[in-house]
């Protein structure tokens, strides 16, 4: 017998199972453990609005803490089966499994995704607008939120441009300068404590002799 009880407990579920499905359908979902701040996520949501609406591409965020391997398969697996093409997926934990200092930051998106975006452009350990900050960020603040901020918009943008559209909400012209400007700070850095290193080296060999 069907009960009343019965017939609200199918509802809820098909009101659910609507809700989740559109919100996969739609043009930006986020899922995050409170690392990124307000501000960044309403600029996050604006370019992945934008994207979608102009190019009918999903974008999807899962930014953890921590996630252990069955966490992170069944994120993986459980979006992947209900994001309609075209989407791409991007999975991102600050500590994977038991590794202390060892993350996971991965790309996923539909086959006809795969030449609309460069992830070298954007997790390259020496340029990339995702890692770069997050390698030479020295401030005690957290770096997540504008490491994200300036990997999306790249993200976005290269998209927007395989596309051949631009994105109004992008910040790619002021990422790709602050990026710029970091790497040669970096840069010369790096090139002035090697030619010390060397001047010291060769000042205490020629003393020796």
Do not use: C
Request: charged share 20%; aromatic share 12%.
């Amino acid at each position: 017998m069907i009960t009343l009880h019965t017939i609200k407990a199918a509802f809820a579920a098909l009101i659910l199972s609507i809700i989740f499905t559109t919100s996969l359908q739609a043009s930006y979902t986020y899922q995050g453990d409170g690392y990124i701040g307000d501000k960044a996520l309403n600029k996050l949501e604006e370019m992945g609005t934008e994207l979608f609406q102009k190019t009918g591409v999903s974008t999807v965020i899962v930014a953890k803490e921590h996630l252990d391997q069955k966490q992170f398969l069944e994120i993986k697996d459980s979006y992947l089966k209900e994001l309609k093409n075209p989407y791409v997926l991007w999975i991102f934990s600050k500590k994977y499994m038991d590794r202390e200092n060892i993350g996971i930051n991965q790309l996923f998106s539909s086959p006809d995704m795969k030449d609309k975006y460069d992830e070298d452009s954007m997790f390259s350990p020496f340029g990339g607008t995702f890692s770069k900050i997050l390698t030479v960020h020295k401030s005690k603040s957290d770096p997540t939120a504008a490491a994200f901020l300036n990997g999306y918009a790249d993200l976005t943008d290269m998209i927007a441009e395989s596309y051949g559209i631009t994105l109004e909400s992008s910040i790619g012209s002021e990422t790709k300068t602050t990026i710029n400007i970091v790497r040669v700070i970096f840069y010369l850095v790096m090139a002035f404590f090697l030619l010390w290193f060397l001047q010291v080296k060769f000042s205490k060999g020629s003393k020796s002799e």
